[in-house]
């Protein structure tokens, strides 16, 4: 079964490991975060969402590659246009190591740049559940979609058991790459 899943940009995918860099990270915001969690689990951290539910793939933000609308301005949507959309390669595994995170509590942390990330113990608690088992972390992301990630150090994409990509040229692509298992595969867009 296919718990483990990890998107990111086409250009950024490789036949072989890939490691994160804070200097990818766009966004100060999460860098930051990022760099607080990386104090917590000894690694910069790689999201992964856990899990078999379409809720869980929306974790990934796979379904971005078809979402129109990416925001509004003075009350007026804006949205992408023709060759802006994005290109993600959603990788699916059966097996991942690294650190389970509760996804809901996760942003306890984010939301804790005003404190200076300090976060309370009883709050990591809440966030890494240590007396939780691997088998409590499948439990829950079972019982409850969307709700565990799992964050690694690495990953090595040649073992991704199913590959889905936004269109058949990303798929060819992926596929002169050297990787099997590629699908074009679209997913619905979340409506909030």
């Not at 804070?22 to 975060?33: I, N, T, V």
């Not at 993600?88 to 097996?95: A, D, I, Q, T």
């Not at 809901?104 to 559940?129: G, H």
């Not at 889905?164 to 099997?180: I, V």
Request: charged share 30%.
């Amino acid at each position: 079964m296919l718990l483990y899943h990890h998107c990111r940009s086409l250009e950024h995918v490789v036949l072989g490991e890939v490691k994160p860099k804070p200097e990818y990270d766009a966004d100060l915001f999460d860098r930051k975060a990022h760099l607080w969690l990386e104090k917590q689990v000894g690694f910069y951290p790689l999201f992964l969402a856990v899990g078999a539910a379409e809720e869980d793939l929306h974790r990934t933000g796979y379904q971005d590659n078809w979402k129109r609308k990416i925001g509004e301005h003075n009350k007026c949507s804006i949205y992408r246009k023709k060759g802006e959309f994005l290109n993600e390669v959603l990788f699916s595994f059966e097996e991942a190591t690294g650190v389970f995170m509760d996804y809901l509590t996760w942003f306890i942390a984010l939301n804790s740049e005003y404190k200076n990330y300090a976060v309370s113990d009883y709050e990591k608690r809440l966030i890494f559940k240590p007396s939780y088992s691997k088998a409590d972390w499948l439990r829950k992301a079972s019982k409850d979609p969307g709700t565990v990630m799992l964050v690694a150090p690495s990953l090595y994409l040649p073992d991704a058991k199913r590959i889905w990509a936004r269109n058949n040229k990303t798929k060819k692509q992926l596929e002169d790459m050297g990787f099997e298992n590629v699908e074009a595969k679209r997913i619905a867009v979340e409506r909030f």
